[in-house]
């Protein structure tokens, strides 16, 4: 079945810093990829919907020069959270769609960001 | 506004008992309803999809009952197992949206016990 590779699982990082997470499709090609963040036992609320060679669409109420998402290939995107705080912390996960309207979407397993 | 209503929040079943979790919509230009199980810590797993023009689908131990004029989908889990303990989350595509993106309904942590 198709595999998405999200990369680190966890990051502890300093208020101010900067993190980057990788999503990768390994056996198919992507070209749209959602980001999401979830708080703990809530739902996932879709942050970004990144689109291979354009730029991304935000949802409403997310900074995106925050939360700067890249899709330069077919295979990977990137969120950088920018200048990190505490309130930034949270679970991230992307998930990967081949394209076609009938695809079905796939999750990585995220990443726990914590911010001190 | 929340499109997709999920419950219960929470759920304890008997182990081979059935787990039952409701879900209810009302865009009706949503064309395809997933339900994802997660685990603490890991991402959501497609668990078993079905569209609208069909009103059940069956894979293993799981099945979705589809209700299109009462717009209203649940998920059935047979003979529930410890396993099955994690969360389960609905979830519907809108026709409209483009390209593939979910509306999630809240939740729901089932607890599954020996």
């Known amino acids: 079945g198709a595999v998405v590779s999200q990369h680190p699982s966890w990051v502890i990082c300093k208020s101010g810093t900067s993190v980057k997470i990788e999503c990768r499709s390994l056996d198919f090609q992507a070209t749209t990829m959602f980001w999401y963040r979830q708080f703990p036992k809530q739902s996932l609320m879709l942050m970004a919907t990144s689109n291979e060679g354009s730029k991304a669409t935000y949802e409403q109420g997310v900074e995106k020069d925050k939360f700067l998402i890249n899709h330069a290939s077919l295979t990977l995107s990137t969120l950088t959270v920018t200048s990190a705080h505490p309130e930034d912390s949270s679970f991230y996960i992307c998930?990967?769609?081949?394209?076609?309207?009938?695809?079905?979407?796939?999750f990585g397993n995220g990443t726990r960001l914590t911010v001190t | 506004q929340q499109q997709v209503k999920q419950s219960p929040q929470s759920l304890i079943v008997q182990k081979g008992g059935i787990s039952i979790i409701n879900c209810a919509y009302e865009?009706?230009?949503?064309?395809?309803f997933p339900w994802y199980q997660q685990f603490p810590g890991k991402g959501p797993a497609l668990l078993i999809a079905i569209r609208p023009d069909v009103s059940e689908k069956k894979e293993g131990r799981f099945t979705i009952s589809f209700n299109k004029s009462a717009k209203q989908f649940s998920l059935h889990i047979m003979d529930s197992q410890p396993g099955d303990s994690a969360t389960y989350f609905c979830?519907?595509?809108?026709?409209?949206?483009?390209?593939?993106?979910?509306?999630f309904g809240k939740g729901t942590k089932l607890s599954v016990i020996p």
């Open positions: 979830a519907a595509k809108d026709s409209g949206a483009g390209s593939y993106q979910l509306t």
């Open positions: 865009n009706t230009a949503f064309d395809y």
């Open positions: 998930s990967a769609s081949a394209g076609a309207t009938n695809s079905p979407l796939h």
